[in-house]
T-cell receptor, first 113, second 110 residues
Framework: NAGVTQTPKFRVLKTGQSMTLLCAQD?????MYWYRQDPGMGLRLIHY???????AKGEVPDGYNVSRLKKQNFLLGLESAAPSQTSVYFC????????????FGPGTRLTVT | SQQGEEDPQALSIQEGENATMNCSYK?????LQWYRQNSGRGLVHLIL?????REKHSGRLRVTLDTSKKSSSLLITASRAADTASYFC??????????FGAGTILRVKS
């Protein structure tokens, strides 16, 4: 039982490049989330999904797209990376949106130069 | 910003002492959660307290909730070096998604 896994762990992009971050969970959770964490700001929700085939915007969705083609996977895409997207990205999953604990992946550290 | 506030921003104590950190939020909530994050790792859930509860315990952790003051506190008793981490509160005050505070950095010196 791996919980929530994220790939890659580290990535350096040049401005304008694109990439996809992959999140996978093996707990059969319906709900999945992508957050970004910047120094001194805690976690901010980028996008989330309430089930396979669904996605919704969070607090800071601009510049990101997501897809949930399979229940266990949640992909975060950056179409044209900008230095402001330099951050640590966390994926999480849970049974419900807010009434139960969220399980977090180990994070992806992304640097955009 | 939708984020709640935590204080202190940083706390340094000696092993064996108690650590208290506080969280404030802005509107009504159904529940409040506390998470721990070790350096370079993801967040780990510690405890959830519902709006109709005033106090909850889990091992060396004690969480209180005062809905009239819109605040919560996390007390770690008899701290250990392994408790060194960042601690975050999270609420559902803006609908049904969690909103995280900026966190308190706790350093326990041995």
């Amino acid at each position: 039982n791996a919980g929530v896994t994220q790939t890659p762990k580290f990535r350096v992009l040049k401005t304008g490049q694109s990439m996809t971050l992959l999140c996978a969970q093996d707990m059969n959770h319906e709900y999945m989330y992508w957050y970004r964490q910047d120094p001194g700001m805690g976690l901010r929700l980028i996008h989330y999904s309430v089930g396979e085939g669904t996605t919704a915007k969070g607090e800071v969705p601009d510049g990101y797209n997501v897809s949930r083609l399979k229940k266990q996977n949640f992909l975060l895409g950056l179409e044209s990376a900008a230095p402001s997207q330099t951050s640590v990205y966390f994926c999480a999953s849970s049974y419900t949106l807010s009434s139960y604990e969220q399980y977090f992946g180990p994070g992806t550290r992304l640097t955009v130069t | 910003s939708q984020q709640g506030e935590e204080d202190p921003q940083a706390l340094s104590i000696q092993e064996g002492e108690n650590a208290t950190m506080n969280c404030s939020y802005k509107t009504s909530i159904n529940n409040l959660q506390w998470y721990r994050q070790n350096s370079g790792r993801g967040l780990v859930h510690l405890i959830l307290i519902r709006s109709n509860e005033r106090e909850k315990h889990s091992g060396r952790l004690r969480v209180t909730l005062d809905t009239s003051k819109k605040s919560s506190s996390l007390l770690i008793t008899a701290s250990r070096a392994a408790d060194t981490a960042s601690y975050f509160c999270a609420t559902d005050e803006y609908g049904n998604k969690l909103v995280f505070g900026a966190g308190t950095i706790l350093r326990v010196k041995s």
